[in-house]
DNA sequence: ATTCGGAAAATTTTT
DNA sequence: TTTTCCGAAT
């Protein structure tokens, strides 16, 4: 057979980007930093995407191997974003650069150190709803849960051990800190939280954190590890630095401690994750923990207004703790902010759909136009109107693609075959079978984690002697579609899989069962599609798990943007922009959320209406209902948020909206 | 003993 | 809209 070799072109083509062109001078200077640990306090808008890009691409120029940068960034497409530009930048291959989030580099490491750290190759990565369950398993195995006794249930569980996790505090921090009235079960949560790390070894799953627990074990404990990595990633550059937390903090420390060349950049002001473990502190603590570090400040703001960059600086200078900023705007002026108190949720609708319509004619793109809330089901009376006047949306907020249920049960089925195993995807996968639920499937699990080859126990219809009461029926579709896909997985055809699991069983499961059996269906015409890209099965899986990118839209299509208002909570509208923006539901209670009244709750708040208003680069929209009717007590008055009240009145414009009849 | 459907309740933010 | 709880049906 002939051998041809691909040449791949890692070298920059340009011969040179001109810098001076293409940045302002503060851009300049973290772009060409020589060497040593910088940190960049970039303000919103300043651009700070450009910087980073820019200065991969000056690495690059400067002969530094693509496979020596190691970026860190907030979600994969951002990395994925930044690097496309560079390659647009450089007419290069990017492919070698370390790119994307520090979940989705950890697991990158942890595939080729898995024994280390008691793992097999082909581990399934857990997501929440997944580690929730499999913490659920656990309970009942230790006799905590059912209806005698109290006991906080999994999902809570799992939020305790991620912030352990996230802020290295232990469960007894985590306890203190978030969950004290919960302090009187600390033993018993402690033991919990022990036998779910032991089940997650032996069913081969890690969830979301271990990801990040075990890359900082790796290199915390062998010497060897932590120099090879720390030697080959010479250039590390971390994004969106203000919502890293401990953990995170700490392996950028032990990878960045021989070149010390660490470029971390971020914006206090906009640090919205501490619900995630995320500690703005650790921008202030850089320069205490890198001594000779470099701090740059990029505070021309080239996105908004004046007038909105004004609301959004009079806001935030209501919190006491920031990094002091001078942002300035370059831009034009345009109109003022406008607050307005609507009657209700439906009058809010209403003024949103038609000043969207008016926008539209007035020439602006829909998909320039974003509606922003703090909680995804703030967004469901906008949804109505907007589907009522026919105005196309799409929502980035609510359950992703990847975690709706059809999803994961056709992806369950993919999962036994990667890793047999894995205790969550039988179970997902069995109960879709008649007559068989929690205990059944139960029972046959413990069968299949008592044999070395569970996938024969259905292709040999030894579970049909064992469970009388299943139809033949059913012991004969698993029969044939579990030889199959088996066939399919050597032939590492993830795509066929999918449609082999639809096609034979749950496309049938999907009529009987969801009222919307047409569009899920479509999504699994999507998912097989988007599936198809792989020749890895496992592969495909564990990239699957850590997507962030949101609507199925999104995945199958990605960079066409549509003509579509786009609904969005504001933490996933972080490093967006649009031309127009509206907030909706600033009332107290919801925005501040309720949830969030103490000191440092209410300044994480405030960032986060400071983040809002900053996505916007021409006019800006600031909402609320006046009384909201609750089930139980009727009408309820609302406030207007703080956020709004505490406003000097000249930074803004307020607009009465009357009905015309 | 289990499954499964239906009613009632609840709903911050995400890799 | 989804999750959880409860009781009827098997």
Redesign the pocket.
């Known amino acids: 057979m002939k051998k041809y070799l691909l040449y791949r072109d890692t070298s920059p083509k340009r011969a040179s980007i001109n810098y001076e062109k293409e940045l302002n001078e503060e851009q300049i200077k973290v772009v060409t930093h020589k060497e040593g640990p910088v940190l960049v306090i970039a303000g919103a808008g300043s651009g700070k995407t450009r910087v980073v890009t820019y200065r991969v691409a000056y690495l690059l120029e400067n002969g530094i191997q693509p496979q020596n940068i190691l970026l860190l960034t907030?979600?994969?497409k951002a990395a994925s974003e930044m690097l496309h530009r560079v390659e647009h930048l450089l007419k290069m291959d990017t492919r070698y650069v370390w790119g994307?989030?520090?979940?989705?580099i950890g697991n990158m490491i942890l595939r080729s150190h898995a024994e280390l750290v008691g793992l097999k190759k082909g581990f399934t990565i857990l997501?929440?709803?997944d580690a929730?369950d499999l913490i659920e398993i656990v309970l009942k195995e230790m006799g905590l849960s059912g209806?005698e006794i109290r006991f906080p249930?999994?999902?809570i569980l799992r939020?305790i051990f991620?912030y352990a996790i996230?802020t290295m505090g232990g469960i007894e921090g985590a306890i203190i800190e978030r969950y004290p009235y919960f302090y009187h079960l600390k033993d018993e949560i402690e033991a919990v939280y022990e036998k779910y790390s032991r089940k997650k070894l032996e069913i081969n799953a890690v969830d979301?954190?271990d990801?990040?627990h075990y890359w900082y074990r790796i290199l915390a404990e062998n010497e060897d590890l932590r120099k090879y990595y720390a030697k080959r990633f010479s250039y590390i550059l971390v994004d969106e630095y203000q919502d890293t937390n401990k953990i995170q903090a700490e392996i950028i420390d032990l990878i960045g401690m021989i070149n010390r060349n660490v470029m971390v950049v971020g914006d206090d002001a906009q640090s919205?994750?501490?619900?995630?473990g995320a500690d703005f502190r650790n921008v202030f603590d850089f320069p205490k923990r890198y001594t000779d570090c470099t701090i740059y400040k990029l505070e021309t703001n080239y996105r908004s207004t004046p007038e909105i960059l004004n609301f959004a600086n009079e806001s935030i200078s209501h919190n006491k703790k920031q990094f002091h900023k001078n942002l300035k705007s370059v831009k034009p002026h345009g109109p003022s902010p406008v607050v307005t108190a609507l009657r209700d949720v439906i009058q809010q609708a209403e003024f949103v759909a038609q000043r969207i319509l008016e926008l539209r004619d007035e020439g602006v793109p829909l998909n320039q136009i974003a509606v922003l809330y703090?909680?995804?089901?703030?967004s469901?009376e906008i949804q109505m109107e907007l589907t009522r006047r026919d105005i196309p949306f799409e929502i980035?907020?609510?359950?992703?693609f990847f975690e709706?249920?059809h999803i994961k049960d056709v992806i369950s089925f993919l999962r036994v075959f990667v890793n047999e195993k894995d205790e969550i995807s039988w179970k997902r996968l069995l109960?879709i079978f008649?007559?068989?639920?929690?205990?059944?499937?139960?029972?046959i699990f413990e069968r299949i984690q008592a044999t070395t080859n569970p996938i024969d126990l259905f292709t040999q219809k030894k579970i049909g002697e064992s469970f009388k009461r299943l139809s033949k029926d059913t012991i004969d579709t698993w029969s044939s579609l579990f030889a199959e896909l088996k066939e399919l997985k050597e032939k590492e055809a993830p795509a066929d899989m999918i449609n082999t699991v639809v096609g034979r069983v749950y496309g049938d499961y999907m009529r009987?069962?969801y009222p919307?059996y047409e569009s899920r269906l479509d999504d699994l015409i999507q998912l097989a599609n988007f599936a198809s890209k792989y020749h890895s099965v496992e592969d495909f899986l564990s990239e699957l798990s850590?997507m962030?990118?949101?609507s199925g839209e999104e995945i199958i299509h990605p960079g066409v943007t549509d003509e579509r208002v786009i609904l969005?909570?504001?933490?996933?509208a972080k490093g967006l922009e649009w031309k127009v923006v509206f907030v909706v539901w600033c009332a107290e209670g919801r925005f501040p959320?309720s949830?969030?009244m103490d000191e440092d709750?209410i300044e994480?708040?405030r960032r986060?209406f400071y983040v809002a208003a900053t996505r916007a680069m021409d006019e800006l929209y600031i909402c609320y209902p006046m009384v909201y009717y609750e089930?139980h007590f009727g009408y309820v008055i609302l406030k207007p948020s703080r956020f709004i009240t505490e406003l000097d009145t000249s930074v803004y414009e307020e607009w009465d909206v009357s009905e015309s009849n």
């Open positions: 907030f979600t994969n994307g989030t520090f979940h989705h997501d929440n709803e929730k209806r249930k999994g999902a939020e991620s996230n979301f954190d990801l990040l919205i994750y501490s619900f995630r703090r909680a995804h089901y703030h469901m980035r907020s609510g359950l992703k709706q249920a109960k008649p007559k068989v639920g929690k205990r059944t499937a139960e029972q009987y069962n919307d850590l962030s990118g949101a969005s909570t504001i933490h996933q959320n949830k969030s709750g994480e708040e986060l089930k």
